[in-house]
């Protein structure tokens, strides 16, 4: 299965999301807003192509303007001209609330104001705006007509006066926007056109010459045909507008005009269809230019009728490359805008407000919900989703308030229902309102959500445990933040004020300088800052505490200072305890080099005893001197065998074991440590069956448990009373004291002082993790939790008992294994086995050469010694045939027994070795034994269990 996101990867995931669908968002919007402007373009050219009169097309012209800019009243005025007396209302379109000068009749008279607006309008040839806000000279008319913000356009047609071309805003203050004037610039150019065109048209009828020199100042094309379709009568305009000499066309045919055969084929038979049922009207073709690429043309075709007969046709052609292009744009932008619709990570979706039918979405719809793409196009909005109540507020809401967002299950075809997170906003078109948005699927982040609110409530927790708590000072109005963990951790009450001095007092006078500084250098350097300083709370409990702070800048000046405030003082106690720990690896790793400096010592001295009992007869009484010098020297290994358990360099294993021998080993060890005013008795029961343990470890608990048994007597003297025993365990005698045992026989070890005994209050405690009533330097620094730990390992557990004054008992259970378990056949000892071969000795203590090779000598074997490593090899590399063994000691310098043993193998593999070493550093005995070496004695070593390792090896060999 695949790995579950983190809840950071989650986070992260989302905040891309969020960033990639606001990037969307802002690409959709100038899409919709160019879409917008384009329709509106394409509206008035709409009204200007199928008006069939000025008059008509100007109406319907400022009645669009009202609807594309929601303004109040627009209108045309004429003549804009400053050397005339009046300007006239030509046409005015309003709403019912705001009627303007036209339906009084009233004409503008051209006043100073009056006037400089006009030379203004008429100067820039630029869109204008006024707001009437501020009273001036324009104020009295302004009043009059209830104007607030105005936009002007003049309007300078191919004849006569210009033309002034305004809109009102009365309801409300306008601020007009760039694309408001350019909107605005792009309607007055159209109209600009389309009034010099129409006007001329109109005014055909009035006479040849009249229009003659009207048609020959316009841009656009006017030609007259015959019914036959030959040029009557065309303008200059055709030079500049194709390249053709005007005089040259009369007479021809327009075909020439036409670059596609199949335009001019519907074209010559739309005409024809003229001649017979007179109407106008207009089509577009491909202009074929005499010198030029082809373009295309907008043709106004309108019959000229006299006695009931067409007798002419006249056509007006216009270029329309720019709105071609216009049109072409707007294809590839929505072309785009669907590639990124469908690039989206969601479902993209608009639906309108009457319906809530899909307008537009993408084909993740039908991928996602498994419905095909007509099914989608019956199904409205609240059909796909699980909860429709929700559904619907959620339109409603975005409708009015302008967005929304809801989480709601998508419905499949299959029934299934898949988590998304929904998200719209409402868009106006043409005054109809839709609602675009997008939903991404929240499978994974719901899922997830149980996990992050657990892991929320898990740091809050945390944070409680920890003690830490936020802060932050505003170092503009002075005002101070806390949360509540810092007025818990102070112990003051929420009333108290935070101010930097009230909050400086906390801290121990010696400490407050650091703190001060801390602070200061953060505001003038930018870097954060933390220190630990002494508390004291309003209990006056003393504490130590952890202050991080960060400085905020904004314009390069630091305004603000945040951090936490953390109670560390279980931390500050760790460290103390942490470096009584290394004391204490440091006394663990001192004890083992002089347990193995002891042994050194001590392979001699049992050596050479053996010697001299081997050489004394057996009825001399020096026999006895000989037994007591080797029974002391055993008793001297036992005592390195402890303080090497103690130093921890003895392999750790849990194994079947009888509880009977550590103990008193270790009370060997505490006769010696403790002092003759404590009495020590002890019974232990040689009964007392085998548990699943690990030696070193028992040695150690029973160490710990005695040393504070002893520091509890130390200044009034007392007796300790060491006991073990087996008993069995019924299920009524398992209480809540000792419920992780289980019904049974076990070893019950019981230590009992008769000291001052614990306090009800710590011995609730007395288990908690670095809890201690010890003086710093008392202990052994194990801990009464940490020996719970061990018990508890080997499915055994404690119980203790005290009274103040009554002296305190603790008892350790553990289980009792089956005597299978710990069935061992009886070692005896055997007698020296001698032999023949030849023995390289290397070890670097002289002495130790000295009695190893006495010992192997009198076994009957050939020795030859060195105590310098290399120098035993380079011996070996000279005849390495005339060597049958090598012993050699493990630690050396220059050459360690290991390295020594890896550089014989290079010469012989398989070459028989034996290590020797004064103690079992686990890593070092693995290695030797991975690199082939036979075997390992631990110093000090007897003959017998020399001589037999030496058979063993050699034996093998062969």
């Not at 927790?461 to 951790?489: C, F, N, P, Q, V």
């Not at 009333?495 to 801390?518: A, G, S």
């Not at 000598?857 to 020795?863: D, F, K, N, P, S």
Request: glycine share 6%.
């Amino acid at each position: 299965m695949p790995e579950k996101p983190t809840y950071a990867e989650l986070e992260k995931t989302i905040q891309t999301l969020e960033s990639e669908n606001a990037k969307l968002k802002q690409i959709d919007d100038a899409l919709t807003s160019r879409l917008s402007y384009l329709g509106n373009l394409e509206l008035v050219d709409h009204v200007i192509r199928n008006a069939t009169g000025v008059e008509q097309m100007m109406s319907d012209v400022l009645q669009a303007m009202l609807k594309i800019f929601g303004t109040d009243r627009a209108w045309l005025l004429y003549p804009c001209a400053p050397d005339e007396a009046t300007m006239n209302v030509q046409m005015e379109k309003t709403r019912p609330k705001y009627p303007g000068a036209f339906v009084s009749g009233e004409a503008i008279p051209m006043q100073s104001n009056t006037l400089a607006v006009c030379k203004a309008a008429l100067e820039k040839d630029e869109v204008l705006t006024f707001d009437y806000r501020t009273p001036g000279s324009a104020q009295k008319i302004a009043d009059k007509y209830l104007v607030l913000t105005e936009i002007i356009l003049a309007i300078h047609p191919n004849t006569g006066s210009p033309w002034l071309l305004g809109m009102h805003q009365c309801s409300h203050y306008r601020n007009w926007t760039a694309e408001d004037k350019s909107l605005f610039h792009n309607i007055g150019s159209r109209i600009k056109d389309s009034l010099g065109s129409m006007m001329l048209l109109r005014d055909l009828k009035t006479g040849e010459e009249k229009y003659r020199q009207l048609v020959t100042s316009m841009s656009d094309v006017i030609i007259r045909l015959s019914p036959e379709g030959k040029i009557l009568f065309i303008t200059p305009a055709i030079d500049s507008f194709t390249g053709y000499n005007p005089d040259d066309e009369v007479g021809k045919s327009i075909s020439n005009y036409f670059a596609d055969a199949k335009e001019l084929e519907s074209a010559l038979e739309l005409l024809s269809t003229v001649l017979k049922t007179p109407r106008a009207g207009r089509f577009d073709f491909l202009f074929q230019p005499k010198t030029k690429a082809p373009f295309p043309v907008e043709v106004t075709y309108l019959p000229i009728i006299e006695d009931d007969n067409v007798t002419e046709i006249q056509l007006v052609l216009r270029n329309i490359s720019e709105r071609t292009r216009a049109e072409e744009l707007l294809v590839a932008e929505r072309l785009y805008s669907d590639r990124i619709i469908e690039s989206m990570p969601g479902l993209f979706y608009i639906f309108d407000k009457g319906s809530a039918r899909f307008i537009r979405r993408n084909t993740k719809w039908a991928d996602v919900t498994g419905f095909s793409e007509d099914e989608l196009d019956t199904m409205t909005a609240i059909d796909v989703v699980a909860d429709k109540d929700l559904c619907a507020r959620q339109m409603d809401d975005a409708f009015v308030n302008g967005t929304s967002s809801m989480e709601n299950s998508l419905l499949t075809k299959a029934g299934n229902q898949i988590p998304h997170l929904f998200t719209g906003e409402r868009l106006v078109i043409d005054g109809k309102a839709y609602l675009v948005g997008m939903g991404i699927d929240i499978t994974d982040q719901k899922s997830a959500e149980q996990t992050a609110l657990q892991k929320d409530l898990l740091l809050n927790e945390m944070g409680r445990i920890a003690k830490i708590g936020g802060w932050e000072h505003d170092l503009i109005s002075g005002r101070a933040t806390w949360t509540i963990e810092i007025y818990s951790i102070m112990e003051l009450d929420t009333e108290f004020p935070l101010q930097v001095e009230k909050h400086l007092e906390k801290y121990i006078p010696e400490d407050r300088p650091i703190i001060d500084k801390q602070y200061r250098n953060a505001i003038l350097t930018g870097e954060s800052f933390s220190c630990e300083l002494r508390c004291i709370s309003s209990l006056k409990r003393k504490f130590w505490a952890r202050v991080i702070g960060r400085p905020v800048f904004e314009d390069g000046r630091c305004v603000k200072m945040r951090g936490t405030f953390q109670d560390i003082t279980l931390y500050k106690s760790m460290e103390l305890r942490l470096q009584q720990a290394q004391k204490m690896e440091a006394i663990g790793t001192l004890a083992g080099g002089i347990a193995h400096d002891f042994n050194n010592i001590l392979f001699p001295l049992m050596g050479y005893a053996e010697l001299l009992k081997d050489d004394i007869p057996d009825d001399s009484t020096l026999q006895n001197y000989i037994d007591g010098i080797l029974h002391a020297a055993s008793r001297s290994r036992e005592l390195v065998k402890q303080i090497l358990a103690f130093s921890r360099h003895e392999h750790q294993e849990k194994k079947p074991m009888k509880l009977q021998s550590v103990v008193k080993e270790a009370l060997k060890l505490l006769r010696s440590s403790i002092p003759t005013t404590i009495k020590i008795e002890k019974d232990i029961s040689a009964s007392c069956g085998v548990v699943l343990a690990d030696p070193t470890q028992i040695h150690q608990v029973v160490m710990n448990l005695a040393t504070n048994a002893y520091h509890a007597m130390e200044d009034t003297g007392g007796t300790l009373d060491i006991s073990l025993s087996q008993i069995f365990l019924e299920l009524d005698e398992i209480d809540e004291h000792l419920f992780d045992l289980s019904p049974g026989e076990h070893a019950l070890l019981s230590i009992t002082d008769t000291g001052c005994g614990v306090e009800k209050e710590i011995l609730d405690k007395i288990f908690d993790p670095y809890f201690t009533t010890k003086e710093t330097g008392k202990g052994t620094g194990l801990g009464l939790s940490v020996v719970l730990g061990i018990i508890n390992s080997f499915d055994g557990d404690i119980y203790i008992e005290s009274k103040p004054g009554a002296g305190t008992t603790v008892k350790v259970y553990l289980p009792i294994i089956t005597a299978n378990e710990n069935e061992q056949p009886e070692v005896k000892k055997k007698a020296h086995q001698p032999g023949t071969e030849r023995v390289l000795l290397v070890d670097d203590e002289v002495a130790i050469v000295g009695i190893v090779q006495h010992l192997i000598e009198r076994l009957g074997y050939t020795v030859t010694t060195k105590t310098d490593s290399p120098e035993a090899l380079e011996v070996f590399k000279t005849t390495p045939d005339s060597f049958d063994l090598i012993i050699t000691d493990m630690t050396m310098p220059d050459m360690t027994g290991l390295q020594l043993a890896e550089e014989v193998f290079k010469i012989k593999p398989g070459f028989p070795i034996i290590m020797c070493t004064g103690y079992s550093d686990k890593i070092n005995v693995e290695k030797s034994k991975a690199v082939g070496i036979q075997d390992i004695i631990m110093k000090p070593v007897d003959v017998h269990k020399l001589s037999e390792t030496i058979r063993e090896v050699l034996d093998k060999k062969k």
